[in-house]
């Protein structure tokens, strides 16, 4: 390892800008070279990566996060989004011919494919958070409840939700009512304001921004998906 950051930090004297993605995010972040920059990783090995590298700014949320040293991607197929912004700093036209030759769709965020449960995974306590949440997604949330049920206190859940997940805990609360609401549309039974019920809102106008301000895709679009 030492010899390969003493390779990156040359590279970067040079004034060479590296490139990283999925797993590979995690070479530069031991090698050094990505603290106090913005980074992204696979959301898969988010809690991890914030684990060892308190230093680097994570948001596992994007699929691309450019930075001083370089830019890094997210998951295994980030890699073809991370050679397209390549290309796009040469040229943008090429970059969207090449896109139209493999077919593949420019995607700037991973949000739409987290698994908020695989995350909770991580952490015992994230983990009994993540099924209390379940079990209260229509009641609504409550900071001081959720402590008090998982024997612990406000500040300790903060700053777990925090350290594991990037993340206070009504932002994942918010993760799991919208995964919720996914599989309700995905079902097709109910109507969205029957849905929005279901995953605690009052109307189905609430659910309808949240859906398009976290997944960048209205209730329609991710209806359209299924066909």
């Known amino acids: 390892m030492r010899e390969a950051q003493t390779r990156l930090l040359a590279w970067l004297a040079e004034g060479a800008s590296i490139a990283a993605s999925c797993i590979g995010t995690f070479l530069l972040a031991e090698a050094g070279v990505l603290d106090g920059q913005k980074a992204t990783t696979t959301w898969s090995m988010a809690p991890l990566f914030r684990q060892r590298y308190p230093a680097i700014q994570l948001d596992e949320s994007r699929m691309l996060v450019p930075s001083a040293v370089g830019v890094t991607a997210g998951s295994a197929m980030g890699h073809l989004d991370l050679a397209l912004w390549l290309i796009r700093q040469a ?22 494919y987290i698994i908020p449960n695989h995350l909770a995974q991580s952490d015992p306590l994230i983990l009994k958070f993540e099924q209390w949440a379940r079990a209260h997604l229509r009641d609504g949330f409550s900071l001081d409840d959720a402590a008090a049920a998982l024997g612990t206190t406000p500040r300790t859940l903060q700053r777990r939700c925090a350290s594991v997940l990037g993340k206070p805990p009504l932002a994942y609360f918010q993760d799991l009512r919208v995964e919720q609401a996914q599989s309700l549309l995905h079902g097709g039974g109910l109507d969205v304001e029957a849905i929005a019920a279901e995953v605690g809102y009052a109307d189905g106008a609430t659910l309808r921004t949240l859906l398009r301000q976290r997944l960048g895709r209205g209730v329609r679009e991710l209806r359209a998906d299924l066909r």
């Not at 040229?91 to 739409?112: F, H, K, N």
Request: proline share 9%; glycine share 4%.
């Open 91 to 112: 040229s943008p036209e090429l970059a969207g011919l090449v896109s139209r030759y493999l077919l593949a769709d420019i995607r700037s965020a991973q949000a739409p």
